[in-house]
């Protein structure tokens, strides 16, 4: 066999792992659940990822959606995501019927969650309902829905609500396929005033080409006192545009691609943001269902990269969305109690609701790991503590800085810690193991080993 045809080989089998020649891969950025249609929010130093969630058994098929609540992801350093669980799901529209089109069985589309005066409004598309809005005075929730009914009808392409706050405190809601839509919010954020208008600027006109190549999902935002607009392009595939304004209402003026299509993903649903004096742009492919499958199922995997400006304000074209992820910002502080559920890479595990609080991760089975970016050890740790639970026999917990090792790759292991029976799934009990040689800046792994079948749950851990 030929060197390069090794290679290739060499290639498909780490990616079947998560693994590339160098590394570890990190986008898509979730890999316990399918996300769709990322809609971040910085508040408070914290990013609050709110995404769409594809169900593991979306039928295979374009638009062949199955979708029932709306999930959160939080960061302090853009690579090592900590699931939040669901905030909010179709149950929370108690007018919605029960059965039939548009019901609280699916249909919960791409969402947008911001802040205004210390409450938190999720604006929230209901399929062939109109658009709600949820409000809750935490960005994790509870959330409540104060109208009982849509704030936006069926009748105006009422999907992919956008919503943008102007320097003088005036709010817009934007949303639409196949136009653009807009509103004025009025400072209660759940009604508005004056007409519901479509933007001209967008306006398909029959028989003449679309300059603009606008599909929908758009997402509006401002800087260094321009109006952007980006937004899902070029069906299908679709890549991610953008156009840009003096004012909040246009005219729009169409500048290009912040990403072009690629045959590999049909859809894509921009979110951006700035933090830490950076630019992030999230958007989705597919490439965890290609990674079960040849068949193309609506089981959608959210992204993110870096853009940057040129000096004229437009945006410098990234292209398609690479493996290695983003920088990350900072460190993770390793010596305070960290979430199971925090995670930069993972293979073979999910997340649950856990009886003790917030999410756990389960599905943990021999051979399945988690990776934590950036842990600063500082001048060393000598224990590690978690909190697992099992109904199995349980088995072992192999911690690893830099790297697993597997095959010709070799990481360090610096300790093992043995995991018990506890007596239930959701029995919680803390385990201990002796630590050696972990000091400085290193990625984490967490190797799962034991015998077949499910292991054990694990809610936290925390060095020492």
Known sequence: MKTARIKQCIAALLLTVGLTAAGHAENPIIQTKFTADPAPMVYKDTVYLYTGHDEDDAPAGNAAFRMKDWLCYTSTDMVNWTDRG??????????????GWGSSENGAWAAQCIERDGKFYMYCPLLGRGIAVLVADNPLGPFTDPLGKALISDKFDSIDPTVFIDDDGQAYLYWGNPNVWYVKLNKDMISYSGEITKDKSFAKVKGQKDPYHYQEGPWVYKRDGRYYMAYASTCCPEGIGYAMSDAPLGPWEFKGYIMKPNKNSSGNHPGIIDYKGKTYVFGFNYRLNFMQTPKHHER????????????DGTIQEVPWWKEEGVAQVGTLNPYTKTEAETICWSSGVKT???????????????GSYIKIKGVDFAKGAKSFKASVASDTK?????????????GTVVGTLVGTLDVPSTGGAQEWKEKSCKIKDAKGVHDLYFKFVGKDGLLFNFDWWKFE
């Not at 669901?86 to 059965?99: C, G």
């Not at 349980?394 to 597997?406: A, P, S, V």
Request: aromatic content about 8%; proline content about 2%.
């Open 394 to 406: 349980g088995g072992k917990i192999e911690i690893y800085l830099d790297n697993l090792t597997t």
């Open 352 to 366: 649950e609701v856990c009886s003790a609080g917030g999410m756990d991760v389960c599905n943990i089975q021999n």
């Open 86 to 99: 669901a905030v909010a799901t179709l149950k929370h529209f108690k007018w919605l019927p029960e059965k």
């Open 300 to 311: 959608r995997s959210v992204c993110v990269d870096e853009i940057k400006y040129n000096a």
